[in-house]
């Protein structure tokens, strides 16, 4: 096998683990639905409105991994499966995730999505320690 041969099966080689990476992981477009169809939204907060209450990032809904560039998603009316990382902001500016102890302690937050209705979602600080939260829907409203 000469060099050029050699090259070629490692790029192929690397390829088929990417696609292997990839056929297990959906995209948000699978589990969310035209905010034309019967639908509820779910969103984040996009800023500190009560103490101990803090923004979120949606990471998954239903097992399927979101991308986080959206703060809202539209969702079939039903029992849904929330993943929420909390980001903690501090006076100075400062912003900060939980540890890993946190991410795999928390539950999946489950919530109940009805039509017509805007579910807006935060992570609520139990305590003084960044780990021992709530995710919390801070606002059920009818969609606009």
């Given at each position: 096998?000469?060099?050029?041969?050699a090259n070629l099966?490692?790029?192929k080689t690397k390829l088929?683990?990417?696609?292997?990476?990839?056929?297990?992981?959906?995209?948000?477009?699978?589990?969310?639905?035209?905010?034309?169809e019967p639908s509820g939204k779910i969103r984040t907060i996009v800023?500190?409105?009560?103490?101990?209450?803090?923004?979120?990032?949606?990471?998954?809904?239903?097992?399927?991994?979101?991308?986080?560039s959206n703060n809202a998603y539209w969702l079939a009316p039903g029992m849904?499966?929330?993943k929420l990382v909390p980001i903690f902001e501090h006076q100075t500016g400062t912003i900060k995730t939980t540890g890993?102890?946190?991410?795999?302690t928390h539950p999946l937050f489950e919530l109940d999505v009805k039509e017509g209705r805007t579910y807006t979602l935060a992570a609520k600080l139990e305590g003084s320690r960044l780990y021992n939260w709530t995710a919390v829907?801070?606002?059920?409203?009818a969609t606009k």
């Open positions: 096998m000469n060099l050029k041969e099966k490692s790029a088929a683990l990417l696609a292997a990476l990839f056929s297990g992981v959906a995209f948000s477009s699978s589990v969310t639905v035209s905010p034309n800023s500190q409105p009560a103490n101990k209450l803090f923004r979120v990032s949606i990471s998954e809904i239903d097992g399927v991994l979101i991308n986080n849904h499966k929330i890993k102890k946190s991410r795999t829907v801070h606002k059920d409203e």
